[in-house]
């Protein structure tokens, strides 16, 4: 219990340090139920009244070996700036070895706090699944309230946005947080899923404008018709927004997927966003219209 140079080893150190502590339980993994019966004869020769011991099973990385650095993050805080929320890691790692009942998986800390027992641990190993974790993170993000969710996402814009874009405006981020909320799955997302609402022109290859069916010349007459509709609406409600491009589309013998997609492209810079006609309603009459003048301009220079 003591090394040669009069230092003392882990048993005797744990041992004291429980007792002085005044630990009640004592729950670590199973790798070292061989040192509890040592562990126990140092109480009863010091005059100790030993703790309870639970021993839990490992957890283990994907391909079955102990977990370590090279299976990902390891430390709370890097869960943390990777954009998981507290309550979601949690929720993971109380489902490795334990459950409520034989189907929950999402449940409040509450709910584990009143219903956690030892007699539930399981006594095989856990997988660390990192995609069970993001699946997890995604299901608790999507339970936040708009403001929840824009408060949340705020950290992450103020670091990772160009210095441009900044400052972040939290009633505008409030409007954006809820087009997002089903797509986004950990919180350093946020920068690069939102970064065309910050940003005056978002960079994008202007052959992106062309959609399957389209050529340059339909192309820049959606453009044109699209910024003559836009331009002239007082109410930029998305219905309006909607009925008033969808007839144009039609005029234009579009599908709406080309018509659409076409505006798409050149509002965000992106084939994929939210609900259209929900961000160019957030994005506002004066970004929108800049933003389609701009594809114009761009598209017809690369013509």
């Known amino acids: 219990i003591m090394k040669s ?6 048993h005797l150190a744990v041992v004291a340090d429980d007792h002085l502590m005044e630990i009640s339980h004592v729950m670590r993994a199973e790798e ?14 010091l005059g100790f009244e030993p703790p309870q011991f639970a ?5 283990m990385g994907p ?8 299976h990902g993050a ?4 890097e869960y943390k700036d990777d954009g998981y929320l507290p309550e979601a890691l949690l929720n993971f790692m109380v489902l490795l070895g334990w459950s409520l009942d034989d189907k929950t998986e999402i449940m409040s800390t509450q709910t584990i706090i009143d219903n956690f027992t030892l007699d539930r641990v399981t006594k095989s190993a856990a997988i660390f699944d990192q995609e069970k974790l993001l699946w997890v993170n995604g299901m608790y993000i999507r339970e936040l ?7 949340r996402m705020m950290p992450f814009l103020e670091r990772d946005l160009p210095k441009e ?12 947080a809820p087009l997002l909320q089903e797509r986004i799955k950990r919180l350093d997302d946020s920068a690069d899923i939102t970064s065309y609402f910050f940003q005056a022109n978002e960079e994008f290859d202007t052959e992106t404008l062309v959609q399957k069916g389209m050529d340059r010349d339909t192309t820049l007459s959606a453009l044109k018709a699209a910024l003559a509709d836009l331009s002239g609406m007082d109410d930029f409600e998305h219905g309006k927004l909607e009925e008033l491009l969808t007839v144009t589309g039609e ?47 761009r598209f017809s220079a690369a013509g």
């Open 165 to 176: 874009a900044l400052p972040v405006d939290s009633g505008y981020l409030s409007r954006i």
């Open 251 to 297: 005029k234009l013998s579009l599908s709406r997927r080309q018509f659409f997609g076409v505006l798409r492209v050149a509002a965000t810079g992106r084939a994929v966003s939210p609900p259209l006609f929900e961000t160019l309603e957030v994005l506002g009459k004066d970004r929108t219209v800049s933003r389609v003048k701009n594809a114009i301009q």
């Open 74 to 77: 390891t430390a709370i805080g």
């Open 55 to 59: 021993h839990l099973p490992m957890i």
């Open 32 to 45: 070292w139920l061989p040192s509890t019966p040592r562990h126990l004869q140092l109480f009863e020769a």
């Open 5 to 10: 140079d009069g230092f003392p080893t882990y």
């Open 145 to 151: 309230k708009p403001e929840q969710l824009a408060g």
């Open 63 to 70: 391909d079955r070996a102990k977990l370590s650095k090279r």
